[in-house]
């Protein structure tokens, strides 16, 4: 597949942050979700599902950035999935070899990290078209935006659903924990909640830019 | 992709290439996949074994060592003969040396997918002494109650199994009933809103006595006899 030079992305720390902040794949591309709803009812589950998928997205991406001269452009989608499915059973593998109780927490979602479009989004997006070490630092950028998104939800989920953290005890013994929390209802309002937040961040922060042009324009 | 561009693409790239490119990636990850299954192998299978060991113990209380049969129609094998026909069973004793319990596992179909469990049964009082789910995939806050909800648990803390007369089926089957009307000594109360969970426990508890129980009684003598 020709690419022309002018398009391959120069690596600066922009490379990196994009993924966890401006182009995050849950909280600003929306990437992912099914994911982030089912495994995020504790803080565990969401640290061990986003170190998983973000395993996957670097080891995929990374092969895919190796070989994409060479993979012709008709056959490009099913050699991705190849790819990425291989990956997901080495992490299948690993997750049983670590703990089993973590690995029947998570259930059939480890394996359904092949149908995770945030990965297969960045094979064809980014991997396909950028060389090595820029790939290589955008999918790890891409896979912190993702963890640290699942562990929002989770955190928040395990706190008012169970009262915990981490399994720990944090809030007072007689708080009656919201069941519906960890519950698929309660990742939504949880996620929602999130999207809201950000979404002021957001439009704060161009009201003052307008603020702050229309200052200097009258000074 | 339309038509049109699909077939001036498609003289560019012979259809050999794509084969041969799916093949090499297809063979590259096979090779992959079954270095990591090789290496991962013996760690799974003693990560299962410490946590059938934990489980067994929880099951059968008291209980501090174990020995595994395979226990069949034809009487007590040892795993690994090799006209080993039956179930795996798990014995288990206290440190003195006295049977407390054997172990078993069995399944059934729960809410969303089969529901793995080991349960401890005790000969001496005709039995269910404790329940651990293994493996399942149950709504979380609901169904999967059936693994830590204590006064679901408490049903199997002596739950009865005893035998039928002829001795070869239990006399009671195993039956969940609805959450708070448990009557007789063979009945599990069910959770609330968990309703399905609990009839699979029963299930796979049924299922499994209904075969086994009989040939544990039958051979309770050389189940004591070895010693750990």
């Known amino acids: 597949m020709a690419t022309l030079p002018n398009m391959q992305e120069k690596l600066s720390l ?15 591309m929306l990437l992912g979700m099914c994911p982030v709803l089912a495994v995020t009812n504790s803080t565990m589950n969401a640290i061990a599902m986003g170190l998983a998928t973000t395993f996957v997205l670097v080891a995929s991406s990374t092969l895919i950035s190796l070989l994409r001269s060479w993979i012709p452009k ?17 992490v299948d593998y690993a997750i ?48 912190a ?35 519906v929390m960890i519950l698929p209802p309660g990742g939504f309002f949880v996620l929602g909640a999130w999207l809201l937040l950000f979404a002021w961040l957001k439009q704060r922060r161009e009201r003052r ?11 | 992709m339309n038509e049109p561009q699909l077939a001036s693409a498609a003289p560019q790239t012979p259809g050999f290439r794509m084969i041969s490119t799916l093949g090499a990636i297809a063979m590259l990850s096979g090779l992959l996949v079954v270095l990591v299954y090789q290496f991962t192998k013996p760690i799974i299978a003693e990560n299962q074994r410490v946590a059938i060991e934990k489980a067994v113990f929880q099951v059968v209380p008291g209980a501090t060592r ?14 690994g003969e090799d006209d080993a026909t039956g ?39 005709s039995c269910i002494r404790g329940i651990k789910i293994l493996k399942m995939t149950e709504t979380p806050g609901l169904g999967d109650k059936i693994a830590f909800d204590p006064g679901f648990l408490k049903n199997f803390e002596t739950l009865d199994a005893k035998l039928n007369d002829p001795g070869d089926a239990l ?20 959770i609330s809103g968990a309703t399905i969970s609990s009839v699979a426990v029963a299930k796979a508890l049924d299922r499994s006595m209904q075969r086994m129980a009989p040939l544990i009684q039958r051979y309770k003598k050389d189940l004591s006899r070895v010693k750990p």
Request: charged share 15%.
């Open chain 2, 171 to 190: 006399a009671n089957p195993i039956v969940a009933v609805k959450a708070g009307k448990k009557q007789s000594a063979w009945e599990v109360d069910s």
């Open chain 1, 96 to 143: 049983q070899a670590i703990s089993l109780d973590l690995y029947n927490a998570l259930g059939a979602f480890i394996q359904l990290i092949v149908a995770n479009c945030v990965i297969l989004g960045r094979a064809e997006a980014y991997a396909s078209k950028q060389r090595l070490h820029t790939t290589l630092i955008n999918s790890l950028g891409m896979g």
């Open chain 2, 66 to 79: 174990r020995v595994d049969f395979i226990l069949g129609d034809d009487g007590v094998t040892v795993p």
């Open chain 1, 74 to 90: 008709q056959v490009r989608i099913a050699s991705y999935i190849v790819i990425i499915a291989t990956f997901v059973t080495v």
């Open chain 1, 14 to 28: 922009d490379t990196f942050v994009r993924g966890l902040w401006e182009e995050n794949p849950v909280f600003v």
């Open chain 2, 87 to 125: 179930e795996k069973i798990y014995v288990a004793f206290d440190d003195a040396g006295n049977l407390k319990g054997v172990a078993l596992a069995s399944g059934a179909q729960g809410y969303q997918d089969i529901v793995k469990l080991l349960y401890g049964y005790d000969p001496a009082c």
């Open chain 1, 209 to 219: 830019l307008l603020e702050q042009e229309g200052a200097s324009n009258a000074g």
């Open chain 1, 145 to 179: 935006g993702f963890t640290v998104a699942l562990l929002a939800l989770g955190s928040v989920r395990e706190v008012l659903g169970s009262g915990t953290l981490l399994g720990f005890q944090v809030v007072p013994e007689n708080f009656e924990p919201w069941v």
